[in-house]
T-cell receptor, first 110, second 116 residues
Framework: QKEVEQDPGPLSVPEGAIVSLNCTYSNSAFQYFMWYRQYSRKGPELLMY????GNKEDGRFTAQVDKSSKYISLFIRDSQPSDSATYLCAMSLTGNQFYFGTGTSLTVIP | DTGVSQNPRHKITKRGQNVTFRCDPI?????LYWYRQTLGQGPEFLTYFQNEAQLEKSRLLSDRFSAERPKGSFSTLEIQRTEQGDSAMYLCASSLEWGFGTDTQYFGPGTRLTVL
């Protein structure tokens, strides 16, 4: 069983839609949870970071962590064509070693 | 602050050759990470440095791979006797110490390796 599972998509939505991206994980000891955005042939860029459980909001982005279900989510409101990218979830126990999902490819259609 | 830089950006080599990649982290960052990413997959952890000390290595890292960070600044990743399966994007990331409210990894643009 992989440490982190993420549906690879692809996901295609119309501009303005709410996007929901999700990951599940197997190690209940994870305490750092991150979402990255990666454009083609570029390095990942941190979008959201959450320590332990709870919600975090930043502009159009909301990250949720449900440790009881071992499930994390990223919501994108009012999606824009510029949001088209691959979204990666990542998690860590101590900040030493990080486990990434496979990434979900998102296309926002104008 | 110019971010994390990696050189070269692309490398094409023949099977059996050795290659070396360089990563220059953000200057005040004491942590440096190497990852490998293949098409359609997320980054896969290879190794991590705290200053000049290599503190963790993935068990996936074969003995053909070696990484150094001699003065706690830039790092090199060497792959000896390259194989076609080594073809991937090699990503470097850096960060400050974790757990003090500065928990962010910054990634470089990557070095794309193609082994013929």
């Amino acid at each position: 069983q992989k440490e982190v599972e993420q549906d690879p998509g692809p996901l295609s939505v119309p501009e303005g839609a709410i996007v929901s991206l999700n990951c599940t994980y197997s190690n209940s000891a994870f305490q750092y949870f991150m979402w990255y955005r990666q454009y083609s042939r570029k390095g990942p860029e941190l979008l959201m970071y959450t320590y332990s459980s709870g919600n975090k909001e930043d502009g159009r982005f909301t990250a949720q962590v449900d440790k009881s279900s071992k499930y994390i989510s990223l919501f994108i409101r009012d999606s824009q064509p510029s949001d088209s990218a691959t979204y990666l979830c990542a998690m860590s126990l101590t900040g030493n070693q990080f486990y990434f999902g496979t990434g979900t490819s998102l296309t926002v259609i104008p | 602050d110019t971010g994390v830089s990696q050189n070269p950006r692309h490398k094409i080599t023949k099977r059996g050759q050795n290659v070396t990649f360089r990563c220059d982290p953000i200057s005040e960052h004491n942590r440096l990470y190497w990852y490998r990413q293949t098409l359609g997959q997320g980054p896969e952890f290879l190794t991590y440095f705290q200053n000049e000390a290599q503190l963790e290595k993935s068990r996936l890292l074969s003995d053909r791979f070696s990484a150094e960070r001699p003065k706690g600044s830039f790092s090199t990743l060497e792959i000896q006797r390259t194989e076609q399966g080594d073809s991937a994007m090699y990503l470097c990331a850096s960060s400050l110490e974790w757990g003090f409210g500065t928990d962010t990894q910054y990634f470089g643009p990557g070095t794309r390796l193609t082994v013929l």
